[in-house]
């Protein structure tokens, strides 16, 4: 059974590949199957993902008003999708605010650079002190 944590590389592995252009559907489906995230777990990414879209320009809002000098657009394609994951979290589900920059840095580790680390931080951080 998948983590939670795999869950969520997934998701930003496909808001990446949406914004790349990937044709989802199947393509959700086989990557999903490949990294054996099923039942529940599957479930559970597929809301997240949909919530994600769903909610996408009042997530980009949020985002861009503490993102300083940048927008979101500016800054890697992999930060944005952690940066969204994080801030839709943090906005619509009940998860505590310190796991979800705990997951947020966590994935930027895995998947980005030490400035991107502290970008991710930084913005979710501040997003938290606000929803306190």
Known sequence: MATRHQ?????????????????ME???NEYLE???????????TIALYN???????????????????WKLDQIGSVERQILRLGAYEMKYSDIDLAIVINEAVIL????????????INGVLDAIAKELK
């Open 7 to 23: 869950v969520r590389q997934s998701v930003v592995s496909l808001l990446y590949a949406k914004e790349m252009g990937s044709e």
């Open 34 to 44: 490949e990294k054996k995230i099923r039942n529940d777990q599957k479930n559970f």
């Open 51 to 69: 919530g994600i879209l769903d909610n996408l320009d009042s997530i980009d809002t949020l985002l861009n008003n503490y993102l300083g000098k």
């Open 26 to 28: 199947q393509f959700s």
């Open 108 to 119: 930027a580790n895995e998947l980005s650079s030490e400035s991107s680390i502290k970008l």
